[in-house]
């Protein structure tokens, strides 16, 4: 996961959170920030995914093609969700975030169906945040952060995760203002599970983040606790 700036924000500059209407619209100052729709360009989301560092090249491509053809994954698997953030009252798209249930990996993990169908609705995994350069240095990066971690918490989700390369190390002072725990280079992240421990594993290069977003979920020491708690 990246975003196209390469200057940290300062949190401190974001304009205070804005309420988030039924069909999941925020409307800031000068941005309004919805979920894309079958009319968005996907040039223009292709261009601002560009500058992301994705573990796989073909992800940013199936995400403009999810965009593009409405295609909705099944709803025992979880949400995912696309933000666009659009210079208001009608402009040009500055920014945008993406986040889904890490399902691939659980069911890789050798889950059980029952459990993973559990867990895809439990986790949620940020995988790209993406502002263009004149919108740089606005707090915009977090808002959309902000708007993804309010829609999953309200759906019942219990914890976001996410992840940074390690030659970004400006990245993980910006997410940590975010609520988000910064692992260590190559460090795993301990899931405890009703049935044990389950281990996500990262590569060297990368740094996983975690930031709980249910009350019985606390993370510390590289363990994530509480998920599934009462299920």
């Known amino acids: 996961m990246g975003r196209a700036s390469r200057r940290r924000a300062d949190r401190r500059n974001a304009p205070?959170?804005?309420?988030?209407?039924?069909?999941?619209?925020?409307v800031l100052d000068r941005y309004l920030i919805r979920p894309a729709t079958l009319d968005d360009d996907p040039e223009v989301v292709r261009a601002l995914l560009q500058p992301v560092d994705f573990m796989?090249?073909?992800m940013s491509e199936g995400i403009v093609d999810r965009m593009r053809t409405g295609f909705r994954r099944p709803?025992?698997?979880?949400?995912?969700?696309?933000?666009l953030a659009q210079e208001h009252p009608a402009g040009k798209v500055a920014g945008l975030a993406h986040a889904v249930p890490p399902v691939q990996w659980l069911m890789e993990a050798g889950l059980d169906r029952q459990l993973c169908v559990m867990?895809?609705?439990?986790?949620?995994?940020l995988e790209a945040v993406s502002v263009a350069d004149s919108a740089r240095g606005q707090g915009?990066?977090?808002?959309?952060?902000?708007v993804l971690v309010r829609s999953y918490t309200r759906q019942g989700y219990?914890?976001?995760?996410?992840?940074i390369h390690t030659h970004k190390?400006?990245?993980?002072?910006?997410?940590?203002?975010?609520?988000?725990?910064?692992?260590?280079?190559?460090?795993?992240?301990?899931?405890?599970?009703?049935?044990?421990?389950l281990r996500y594993p990262a590569e060297p290069s990368?740094?996983?983040?975690?930031?709980?977003?249910?009350?019985?979920?606390?993370?510390?020491?590289?363990?994530?606790?509480?998920?599934?708690?009462?299920r």
């Not at 804005?18 to 925020?26: C, H, M, T, Y």
């Not at 400006?170 to 009703?194: K, Q, R, T």
């Not at 979920?217 to 606790?225: M, N, P």
């Open 158 to 163: 219990q914890a976001m995760l996410g992840g």
């Open 119 to 125: 867990l895809s609705r439990a986790l949620v995994e």
């Open 169 to 197: 190390p400006h990245l993980a002072p910006y997410y940590e203002a975010d609520g988000f725990h910064v692992l260590g280079p190559g460090a795993p992240l301990d899931l405890e599970l009703p049935i044990g421990r």
């Open 206 to 230: 990368m740094r996983h983040l975690v930031r709980p977003l249910a009350p019985q979920v606390s993370y510390g020491h590289g363990v994530l606790r509480g998920l599934l708690a009462g």
């Open 56 to 58: 796989d090249a073909a």
């Open 140 to 146: 915009l990066g977090h808002h959309l952060v902000d």
């Open 16 to 26: 205070p959170a804005a309420p988030q209407d039924a069909a999941g619209v925020v």
């Open 75 to 83: 709803a025992q698997f979880g949400t995912a969700t696309l933000l």
